[in-house]
T-cell receptor, first 113, second 114 residues
Framework: DAKTTQPTSMDCAEGRAANLPCNHS???????VYWYRQIHSQGPQYIIH???NNETNEMASLIITEDRKSSTLILPHATLRDTAVYYC??????????????FGSGTRLSIRP | GAGVSQSPSNKVTEKGKDVELRCDPISGHTALYWYRQSLGQGLEFLIY????????KSGLPSDRFSAERTGGSVSTLTIQRTQQEDSAVYLC????????????FGSGTRLTVV
């Protein structure tokens, strides 16, 4: 699986959009980009995933660059409850046997009032 | 059930004792994963079960660790002769098929070895 690089920490004002970047320059054509977050003392929570098109759901939007070497997770209106560690993961082909997710260090996002 | 259930939520054990941690995945989820997270650290993959395939045990840190999944549902992670460095939160996750829609994690078991 391709390696990802994320900033160690970020902060954002409550009510503003939080934009979390992720670099995955060695991503291969059949690898997906996944985002999870982990709120303190809880298990990780799936947020969103995509291959090459931008994706949006009730939690967030995922913007993947045309060359797929980087992506941005957007939380459109951050709240204090969005304070968490956000993990960007590039995952091997969904049809391969190697489908476990390996978590990196993530970005610690702090939302300030 | 509605989510992944893990038990116990907290476990304190003496060094050298064996412990069993239980995971009840979401009904119908064919894939089950175990991770652990030491204090202030990231998530470490331990083992992965997918249907009737042989489990991927590549993350188990030593032969004191083992896991089984009975009937394709409930899983038990066993740690023999526990050591203080085994203290961590042990997280279980399940997913449909190969997890293309993401994993659902339980709340974990906090293991403390004294």
């Amino acid at each position: 699986d391709a390696k990802t690089t994320q900033p160690t920490s970020m902060d954002c004002a409550e009510g503003r959009a939080a934009n979390l970047p992720c670099n995955h320059s060695t991503i291969s054509g059949n690898e997906y980009v996944y985002w999870y977050r982990q709120i303190h003392s809880q298990g990780p929570q799936y947020i969103i995933h995509g291959l090459k098109n931008n994706e949006t759901n009730e939690m967030a939007s995922l913007i993947i660059t045309e060359d797929r070497k980087s992506s941005t997770l957007i939380l459109p209106h951050a709240t204090l409850r969005d304070t968490a560690v956000y993990y960007c993961i590039v995952r091997g082909s969904l049809y391969s046997s190697a489908s476990k997710i390996i978590f990196g260090s993530g970005t610690r996002l702090s939302i300030r009032p | 059930g509605a989510g992944v259930s893990q038990s116990p939520s907290n476990k304190v054990t003496e060094k050298g004792k064996d412990v069993e941690l239980r995971c009840d995945p979401i009904s119908g989820h064919t894939a089950l994963y175990w991770y652990r997270q030491s204090l202030g650290q990231g998530l470490e993959f331990l083992i992965y079960f997918q249907g009737n395939s042989a489990p991927d045990k590549s993350g188990l840190p030593s032969d004191r660790f083992s896991a089984e999944r009975t009937g394709g549902s409930v899983s038990t992670l066993t740690i023999q002769r526990t050591q203080q460095e085994d203290s961590a939160v042990y997280l279980c996750a399940s997913s449909t098929d190969r997890g293309r829609s993401g994993y659902t994690f339980g709340s974990g078991t906090r293991l403390t070895v004294v």
